[in-house]
């Protein structure tokens, strides 16, 4: 699972988009917009703000540059958390909210039904699979921090699972990942 | 703290994902400065984090990039010879732009059938989940209720005597109470300040009839349960104690290790 080998180098790329280049935003875009946008779509749930998300995102990596720290990290790393940090915000918008309260439920079933579709939470290639070799409570942790944008404490609180217990899951449920998913 | 149990803490995966104060985010890098391996091991973690979003992405709706090449002022220029050579027919060159057209507007419509659906799937399985934890947090509050509801009942009937336990000399912190019905012969346990015990041990409680201890019963430190029901205890019951046990109980109490005592 090593999709993003074939990229150019993220610094080279990093390196163009300082230079303003738009080949530069074509190619940012074109191979990173979906693994950001799959981010983005699992916190905020809503296709319509998913996408202005997306797009205030890729506007933040462009105007914002300069704010990257090679030294803190990998660029995708500062792009994910970028894109994750405009979600969670966006979703604790009190519009939001409300926007949510009055969706129907109903709507989702027909939608899915007409599809013809069986249940499928996480379709990548290999993800399921690496999912399913996690234990359960290390899934949990991995789905309400990565997939539904929990804060730890928001965790603690609402499960009772102590902060230190919920370090330790995470990082068990993205090492054993990692192993079945054969990350170097 | 040497680099592996700060390693093993967790605290770089929470890094990773920014979710960190300013001030633990700074004792990371400082440590990632100082320290190869844990340099090395956020590197990992940066990259089974992008695995993870490669395998879970999603193609996100066509109109988004060129909205944001306009936003960005970055529309591209098309690389389209207009002159070209002109041997094609205007007509040849409509009809082929007009397939073109076609062609991308059905797979676009495709697309946003297909990502919506992708969505919508999504969303499902969301509200699936969120309604077991729903289900399954009422019913731990149900529980619980029931519980405190049978309590009370318990602690206000007349017919209970309550028997205060006190801390001994061994544990003068220590409070239980005893509430017993003497025509029934019920005996419910209120814990209210035991300390833990390890995994062999256990509790037990004594009910001293005729000067003579008499088994009520073995119980655990941790129970969540308000009351806790003991074994039944006839009348004559003069006192009862609690002693700290090997786990399943003794036969006779070890007195030395006696935690809360109270007459009844």
Do not use: C
Not at chain 1, 31 to 55: F, M, P
Not at chain 1, 97 to 117: C, E, F, I, P, R
Not at chain 2, 20 to 32: D, G, I
Request: glycine share 6%; no cysteine; proline share 2%.
């Amino acid at each position: 699972m090593s999709t993003q080998n074939h990229f150019i180098d993220q610094d080279q790329l990093v390196k163009e988009i300082q230079e303003r280049r738009p080949e530069a935003l074509n190619y940012l875009y074109d191979n990173y917009s979906s693994a950001i946008y799959g981010s983005i779509l699992r916190i905020v749930t809503d296709e319509d703000i998913a996408k202005e998300v997306l797009q205030d995102a890729f506007m933040k990596f462009w105007d914002k540059i300069d704010k990257y720290d090679p030294s803190k990290g990998r660029f995708f790393t500062w792009m994910i958390n970028i894109s994750r940090n405009l979600s969670i915000d966006k979703l604790r918008s009190k519009e939001l909210k409300k926007a949510q309260k009055t969706d129907d439920l109903g709507d989702y079933v027909n939608d899915t039904k007409s599809a013809g579709s069986t249940h499928q939470d996480i379709d990548g290639i290999g993800m399921k699979e690496a999912m399913r070799g996690l234990r359960d409570e290390e899934k949990f942790v991995l789905e309400m921090v990565y997939f539904k944008g929990y804060t730890q404490s928001e965790i603690e609180k609402e499960f009772g699972i102590p902060l230190g217990t919920i370090k330790t899951r995470l990082r068990m449920a993205l090492v054993n990942m990692r192993k079945i998913l054969n990350v170097e | 703290m040497n680099t592996e149990e700060y390693i093993s803490s967790g605290i770089l995966e929470s890094y990773v994902l920014d979710q960190l104060s300013q001030a633990e985010r700074m004792e990371v890098e400082e440590m990632a400065q100082g320290h190869e391996e844990v340099r090395k091991e956020i590197e990992r973690i940066e990259r089974s984090i992008e695995a993870l979003a490669f395998g879970t992405a999603v193609t996100p709706p066509a109109d988004v990039k060129d909205k944001l090449a306009s936003e960005l002022n970055l529309e591209e220029t098309p690389v389209v010879s207009i002159s070209g050579n002109g041997s094609a027919s205007p007509f040849l060159k409509y009809a082929a732009a007009a397939s073109v057209l076609i062609a991308l507007g059905s797979a676009t419509m495709a697309f946003n059938y297909w990502s919506k659906w992708k969505s919508a799937e999504g969303r499902l399985s969301d509200l699936v989940a969120q309604n077991q934890q729903f289900a399954d947090n009422y019913n731990t509050v149900n529980q619980q209720l029931n519980d405190v509801q049978d309590a009370v009942a318990i602690m206000n009937n007349s017919a209970f005597s309550r028997v205060v336990m006190n801390g001994t000399d061994n544990s003068p912190g220590s409070l239980a109470t005893i509430y017993w019905n003497k025509s029934t012969q019920d005996v419910y346990l209120n814990i209210q300040e035991l300390k833990e015990l390890s995994q062999n041990q256990q509790y037990q409680l004594w009910a001293i009839i005729d000067g003579k201890p008499i088994d009520a019963g073995v119980f655990d430190s941790g129970s969540s349960r308000l009351l806790v029901q003991m074994k039944s205890i006839g009348s004559g019951a003069a006192a009862f104690a609690v002693t700290i046990e090997p786990r399943g109980g003794s036969e006779s109490p070890s007195l030395e290790t006696m935690q809360v005592v109270g007459n009844v």
